[in-house]
């Protein structure tokens, strides 16, 4: 079965500490996975996407495969990046079914 | 705005009674999702249409039924509410069934069922 594990529900550091958040995921194919964020009274929004080995807002997060896993990394932690991050996964074949891990709520202490 | 909105954003109902849920995109999108968040976070999908067609239908009660009348409407109707309904419901589009995951959410619609 399709499943995304996010072990910490609540993570909290530093100003310009390095920041992990963790993903874990189960799946037999090929995965397709994805960070989301949630800003304060904002909407959830895609983050970044494991094929585009793209950098946003500082943010990078390299799959892998022997893991399974997908971690969400910054060196640098910024006030503004204190948010609610969701890991997901792509299970559908040949249609967009997400399914997302429970969640990280990341608090940046100045 | 360009956006996906829900109305409505609040709702308390009494057990039993039935409800419905709206969503509406003007991104241009021709897929649409229905999410639903429970009291630990955990986001799972409930319902995909693409073009109108229901395209995924999760292990869902029958009690749920969407409708899509259009490409930018995706409504979420509940007959016979259980206190277990009580969640956020996140509406979602996007264009095409594959896009590379971006999906646009909606605001939420917290549903508390007394």
């Known amino acids: 079965a399709q499943r995304v594990t996010q072990p910490e529900k609540l993570l909290s550091v530093f100003k310009g500490a390095p920041v992990e958040l963790k993903c874990n995921y189960s799946y037999s194919g090929s995965p397709e996975l994805f960070w989301y964020v949630q800003y304060s009274r904002q909407r959830l929004q895609l983050l970044l996407r494991?094929?585009s080995r793209e950098s946003i807002k500082g943010f990078t997060a390299d799959l892998n495969k022997g893991e399974t896993s997908f971690h969400l990394k910054k060196p640098f932690a910024q006030e503004e990046d204190s948010a609610m991050y969701y890991c997901?996964?792509?299970?559908?074949?040949?249609?967009?079914?997400?399914?997302f891990g429970q969640g990280t709520r990341l608090t940046i202490n100045p | 705005d360009t956006a996906v909105s829900q109305t409505p954003k609040y709702l308390v109902t009494q057990m039993g009674n039935d409800k419905s849920i709206k969503c509406e995109q003007n991104?241009?999108?021709?897929?649409m999702y229905w999410y639903k968040q429970d009291s630990k976070k955990f986001l799972k999908i409930m319902f995909s249409y693409n073009n109108k067609e229901l395209i995924i239908n999760e292990t869902v009660p029958n009690r749920f039924s969407p409708k899509s009348p259009d490409k930018a409407h995706l409504n979420l109707h509940i007959n016979s509410l259980e206190l277990g309904d009580s969640a956020v419901y996140f509406c979602?589009?996007?264009?095409?069934?594959?896009?590379?995951?971006?999906?646009?959410f909606g605001p939420g619609t917290r549903l508390t069922v007394l």
């Open positions: 494991h094929i």
């Open positions: 991104l241009g999108h021709d897929t």
């Open positions: 997901a996964l792509n299970s559908g074949q040949g249609a967009q079914k997400l399914v």
């Open positions: 979602a589009s996007s264009q095409g069934q594959w896009t590379g995951g971006e999906q646009f």
